[in-house]
């Protein structure tokens, strides 16, 4: 689905440039799990922000289910971010002053999607991220793992082909970056 053909990344500044890709080249699978390993300032973060479209390459394509990144306009990337893909992030990214539930249905609320007409499905997405329970708790009432847990359902709800996560469990304790993991690697079984 996803291909990178020379795909480089130079951020400039007027000081100095810094070459983070070098003519990279890789084609994702359709579906499983694929980790991206190196030391800090390799460069992961740069090629998943490229391949989530919240960035652009200096160089070379990235081809999504054929069609090249290059060629779409911001209405395109838009929709590309918003309905294929999902994100987690190191640091959550959570509305502190929210509940568990209201973090899940506010990226429903951010698509124009009524949350009442998909409450079902958000209780089942909280219960799939073993949240259930915790639903009315706020930010600073549940765990690191457990917040972790919540952007991963938050990305869910999207029903989003590729979930994109940034050292998800950078933050995280030993037994959390198991739960955090086994969820991911659950999930890459249909995605
Ligand atoms: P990683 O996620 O593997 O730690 P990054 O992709 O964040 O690596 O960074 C790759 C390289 O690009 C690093 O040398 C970093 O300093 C540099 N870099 C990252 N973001 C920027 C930026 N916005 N402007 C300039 N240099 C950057
Ligand atoms: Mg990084």
């Given at each position: 689905m996803i291909r990178l053909e020379n795909v480089t990344k130079i951020y400039a500044s007027k000081a100095q440039s810094c070459l983070?890709?070098?003519h990279i080249s890789l084609t994702l699978p359709n579906q499983g799990f694929v980790a991206i390993l190196g030391p800090s300032g390799c460069g992961k973060t740069t090629l998943l922000n490229l391949l989530g479209g919240l960035d652009s390459p200096s160089e070379g394509t990235i081809f999504v289910d054929g069609k090249?990144?290059?060629?779409?306009?911001e209405k395109a990337l838009d929709s590309y971010r918003n309905q294929q893909v999902g994100f987690v992030f190191q640091?959550?990214?959570?509305?502190?002053?929210?509940s568990v539930y209201e973090n899940i249905a506010l990226s429903l609320e951010l698509h124009h999607l009524n949350v009442k007409e998909h409450h079902e499905e958000i209780m089942e997405i909280i219960e799939k991220v073993g949240l259930k329970g915790k639903e009315?708790?706020?930010?600073?009432?549940?765990s690191g793992g457990e917040r972790q847990r919540v952007a991963i359902a938050r990305a869910l709800i999207k029903h989003p082909k590729v979930i994109i996560a940034d050292?998800?469990?950078?933050?995280?304790?030993a037994k959390n970056r198991d739960i955090v993991i086994d969820i991911l690697k659950s999930l890459s079984k249909e995605r």
């Open positions: 983070a890709l070098d090249s990144m290059n060629e779409w306009d640091n959550y990214y959570l509305i502190p002053h929210l009315n708790r706020k930010m600073n009432e549940i050292e998800p469990t950078g933050n995280l304790d």
